[in-house]
């Protein structure tokens, strides 16, 4: 499918801020359903990865990068460009032994990321609904 053939953004079943549907839709080739899926895998498994940062001490900063870095991975598998700018930031700083840029910045962080999974949740039961 040629990517002006791809179904266009306002003809997407629903609009989550921070979230890029147009690229999305290039990413999987225009295949909606495809893309929905990724996003419900998302909104499963994000929430694990969440708790898992929460409340992370100096001595678990290789494990709070690992989870950061799959966090950046799979935000930029769906297009949420905005929160795999961030993850890979706070990646950074863990793998720089930065414990205090990982502090600083993660409650905030995490606080916006489940905003977005609670909002992209939200949009895909009332979706499927």
Do not use: W
């Amino acid at each position: 499918m040629q990517a002006e053939e791809y179904p266009r953004v306002d003809e997407f079943p629903f609009y989550v801020p921070g979230l890029d549907v147009r690229r999305g839709l290039e990413l999987f080739e225009g295949e909606t359903e495809d893309y929905i899926s990724a996003l419900q895998s998302f909104v499963r498994n994000a929430p694990n990865t969440v708790a898992a940062m929460r409340g992370v001490t100096e001595g678990k900063l290789a494990e709070y990068e690992i989870n950061a870095h799959g966090l950046k991975s799979i935000c930029g598998y769906i297009c949420a460009e905005n929160v795999r700018t961030v993850a890979y930031e706070l990646e950074l700083l863990a793998k720089a032994g930065d414990f205090s840029g990982v502090s600083e910045r993660n409650d905030g962080f995490l606080d916006d990321l489940g905003s977005f999974i609670e909002k992209l949740g939200a949009a895909l039961e009332e979706y499927s609904g």
